[in-house]
């Protein structure tokens, strides 16, 4: 054993016999329970970030307890290789997405493996290869033979420079990313899933799931179910009778409508616009700008009255129509009635147009005015109707009921539920993803693949330029036969949203190589036990996964429908920040690793300095590690410095799993110092511990009892913070018994051996590489087998029983301390121990005792 702990040394021989012993592969065994521990797979960025490294310690950490502990464990990882950013990067250096994303993959395979992460890598999946997207290309066309799949018209962003269609997030101000050409609105043909179809199923079976809940009811709001009226205003035109649909969740409000205003795209706009430019004029301008919900709720609201009235169906008075900029064409009917005094949209929209404001929902005891919105303005639960003819005095829920009553008789309207979730539009314009399986011929129209035919392959060799979709230009790819008719026929050129692929690739892992989509293997390991990943998914991935479990559960594919039982949603990795800026008022972001930092004496940093020039750098506070703030810290160069250990117990003892973890030089510092004593330890008392002498329970000195009490108590502390996932409490435990143990002088060989022994397998779980070797070194694997497979240590509850007492020691009558003996130490223990008191050697002058008077259970008196 080397005096040194050399961490790459360590590391790299414990991989190298993991490798060699294939040591983290996972069958199907039935003689122990099965948990299958999963992290969201990553985007083949390039490298791994803190992020990562975070998200994967836990989910190694689990492991490697749960193993312990008798379970049948799996860990997968894959790569979620499809997606923009590759094609970005071909863009910029001119090569394929194919090529990059292969590269970033093992690369940053290689990191995975230098964290020593008991990962099972038989079962790696890429969603890029033709084997796993094969698989999306199948269910997609099953859901279409079912209509779970269906073809309509949807929006789109076009930039007209350069001839493409962006994504939302390449629409900055309503302009495209790379051309700075203003953005138009386009109507295509695009794919649609219906996971509407599942809204209620998948609103209610959140219930079940053991998922933090805060990501419930995000899911909860995003499906939005909510129950409303939907009633029309009747209008003539043209010489017909018609109906303006509007749907409202606050039909109490009804008589307090001053104005109806309906979508730039809705058909009576369309109507109305006709040879009137200055409508025409507004609607083109609506067509503008992004075509996230996101935008609609905090723009700049804005309309146009049209000069058209309607009638309001239970008062008889005419009501006039407006465009408006914030009523969304896909939500409800594409049109609203406006009530500006209850609802906040409406109220900014009158207080602009001058449009009246009339108050129909009174609160007691506050009083209404036009001046500025108010919260409780739009509370349904506090108020009473007033205002409002026979409806006053009713509440909400009344009120909704006579008026839905009154607009039925009258054959307008009825009550309705709405969902706010829509369906899922599935097709981009985009290369690096799968092909969506359809072809296109001119005589049979849209023609599915045939099974046989699949996959269709995706070209690995093209190089977009940023104008178009490479695929609409490949000869070889786009040209092929009508499988119906024979005759020349063309490929869709569209791919399928990549949250396709990693909407079901948990299923396909146990299952990886198998020419099904799933098999039994996949019944064995699904549902996840625990998934693990950034709230970042807390809706969309989340919600997506549901719902293909749901449909694959309804096409006896599989026999869950629900994916993940647990959900553990990791806090974000912050650091400090640090920048300039310049005359024009632009900030440079300097890394952490390039600036000085000087502290307070509470440790609180009160300036820093660029190591490049000596001069001063403004702390911009800490902040989430990004590349915008460059305050990123690199795993890697953490691990060729400190090894992978020191990085796992510091992401792990800095702070709880679900919480923010503030990056610290200085605590990374503290773990590599522990690791160093806990070798350190080892190496001094190897001879000791190598002695596999049998542990006599009866024959403890006092002080042995003192060292197993402390290590079984830790222990069992441990124990239950493994189980809720509380990891850093965990590494403070076994601080605590490396205290316990440099502090025990003396201690029985087997005393010494037991209690070590368990000190090493509680760290294991976070350190895996250095207390595999100190294990085997130091004779524990001979006696138990490999520390990946020891059994976990046992809590002895009778070493906890012999609780602490604490007796007043006098010396001649007064007192000098207190001196702490177990609760049913003998005499001459006690004796000794008071003794050996450093209170006597002060007050007892050199002398020895005469006598020592001992009142049990309260007082030891030393004589001399
Ligand atoms: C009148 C009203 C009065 C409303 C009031 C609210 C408060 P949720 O609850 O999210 O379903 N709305 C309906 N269709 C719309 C559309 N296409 N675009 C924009 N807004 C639309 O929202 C339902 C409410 O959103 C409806 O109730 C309607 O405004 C508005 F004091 O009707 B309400
Ligand atoms: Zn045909």
Redesign the pocket.
């Known amino acids: 054993m080397h005096e040194k702990y050399v961490p790459s040394d360590v590391e790299s021989t414990a991989q190298g016999e993991w490798r060699a012993n294939d040591a983290y592969r996972s069958t199907e065994r039935t003689d122990r329970p099965k948990f299958y521990c999963v992290s969201m797979l990553p985007y083949p960025s390039g490298k791994l970030h803190m992020g990562h490294v975070r998200n994967y310690t836990i989910n190694d950490v689990m492991y490697r307890y749960l193993r312990m502990n008798g379970y049948n464990v799996l860990m997968p990882m894959g790569w979620d290789a499809f997606g923009m950013p590759a094609e970005n990067a071909a863009m910029a250096n001119g090569v394929p997405p194919a090529k990059w994303t292969y590269d970033n993959i093992a690369y940053m395979k290689g990191q995975m493996q230098s964290m020593g992460l008991a990962i099972d890598w038989s079962r790696e999946v890429a969603t890029c290869k033709p084997d796993y997207y094969k698989w999306n290309q199948w269910l997609f066309l099953k859901m279409l033979e079912k209509g779970v799949v269906y073809k309509k018209t949807g929006t789109v962003n076009w930039d007209p420079v350069d001839q493409t269609v962006l994504a939302n997030e390449q629409v900055i101000d309503g302009r495209g990313w790379r051309s700075g050409a203003l953005v138009e609105k386009r109507e295509i043909p695009m794919y649609y899933m219906r996971i509407t179809q599942y809204a209620d199923e998948l609103l209610n079976d959140l219930e079940g799931l053991g998922w933090p809940e805060r990501v419930k009811v995000m899911q909860q709001n995003w499906i ?1 179910k ?1 129950y ?1 009226v939907n009633f029309g205003f009747p209008y003539e035109i043209d010489g017909e009778q018609k109906l303006l649909r ?9 008589m ?2 001053t104005f109806c ?1 309906i ?1 730039a795209e809705h058909p009576l706009a369309t109507r109305l616009a006709e040879g009137r430019p200055e409508l025409q004029a507004f609607i083109d301008e609506c067509k503008h700008g992004g075509v996230a919900e996101a935008d ?1 709720a905090t723009m700049e609201k804005k309309g146009v009255a049209t000069g058209f009235f309607v009638t309001h169906p239970l008062t008889g008075q005419q009501v006039e129509v407006w465009i ?1 900029n ?14 500006p ?6 109220f900014a929209f009158a207080k602009k147009y001058g449009l009246p404001i009339k108050q129909v ?1 009174d609160v007691p005891g506050k009083t209404y005015s036009t001046d500025a919105w108010q919260e409780w ?2 509370d ?1 639960e506090a108020g009473v109707c007033v205002a409002s003819g026979k409806y006053d005095g009713l509440k909400h829920e009344d009120a909704v009921k006579a008026i839905a009553a009154d607009l039925k008789a009258l054959g307008v309207g009825d009550r309705q539920v ?3 979730l829509r369906d899922w539009g599935i097709s981009r314009q985009r290369y690096w993803g799968t092909p969506i399986p359809i072809i296109h011929c001119p005589s049979c129209g849209d023609v599915p693949v045939p099974e046989q035919d699949l996959p269709v392959v995706l070209p690995e060799d093209l190089v977009p330029d940023g104008t178009g979709n490479p695929l609409a230009k490949s000869e070889a790819f786009l040209n092929c036969t009508c499988p119906k008719c024979g005759a020349a026929a063309k490929r869709e050129t569209d791919t399928m949203d990549t949250f396709v692929d990693s909407s079901w690739y948990f299923s396909r892992y146990p299952a990886s190589d198998a020419t099904t989509m799933v098999d039994e293997r996949t019944d064995y390991w699904m549902p996840m036990d625990q998934y693990i990943g950034g709230i970042e998914h807390a809706i969309l991935h989340l919600l997506y996964s549901r719902f293909w479990a749901k449909v694959m559960r309804d096409m006896g594919l599989v026999k869950f429908g629900e994916p993940a039982k647990n959900l553990l949603t990791q806090g974000m990795v912050l650091n400090e920040t640090y920048y300039r800026e310049n005359d024009a008022g632009k900030k440079t972001w300097y890394n952490p690793a390039e600036v000085a930092v000087t502290h307070d004496d509470k440790g609180r940093p009160v300036g820093a300095t660029l190591n490049a020039d000596g001069k001063p750098v403004v702390l911009g506070g800490v902040e989430k590690m990004s590349k915008s703030k460059n305050n990123g810290v690199d795993p890697q160069v953490l691990i060729d410095q400190y090894g992978a250990d020191t990085a796992r117990l510091f992401t792990m003892f800095a702070a709880p799993p679900e919480q923010q973890l503030e990056w610290s030089g200085a605590g990374v510092e503290g773990a590599s110092r522990f690791l160093r004593r806990v070798w350190g330890f080892g190496y001094a008392n190897a001879d000791v511990l190598r002695a596999q002498t049998a542990l006599d329970a009866a024959q403890l000195a006092e002080t042995d009892k003192v060292l197993r009490r402390e290590i079984h108590g830790v222990l069992k502390q441990a124990d239950f913070d493994y189980q809720r996932l509380q990891y850093n409490t965990v590494v403070s435990a076994a601080m605590k018994m490396l205290n316990a143990l440099e502090g025990a002088k003396g201690a029985q060989p087997a005393v010494l051996r037991e209690t070590f022994g368990i000190l090493l397998r509680v760290l294991y779980p976070v350190v895996p590489h250095v207390t595999y070797r100190l294990w085997q070194e130091l004779g524990y694997a001979d006696e138990f087998g490999t520390l990946l497979d020891a059994p976990w240590p046992k809590v002895d509850e009778k070493a906890l029983e012999q609780a602490e007492i604490e007796l007043v020691l006098q010396v001649n009558g007064k007192v000098r301390g207190a001196l702490t003996v177990g609760k049913d130490a003998a005499r001459e223990a006690i004796e000794q121990a008071a003794l050996a008191h450093e209170m006597f050697a002060k007050f007892g002058e050199g002398k020895p005792a005469k006598k020592v008077v001992i009142v049990p259970g309260r007082l030891v008196n030393i004589v001399v």
Not at 330 to 335: K, L, T, V
Not at 341 to 346: C, G, K, L, P, Q
């Open positions: 939005g909510s409303g509007v749907f409202t969740t606050r039909a109490d409000t009804i307090g409508v205003a979508a609609m408006g914030y009523v969304l064409m896909s939500y409800g009917e594409g049109a609203v009635m406006g009530v005094a209850h609802d906040e949209r409406d929902v303005y739009g349904k709405t969902w706010r």
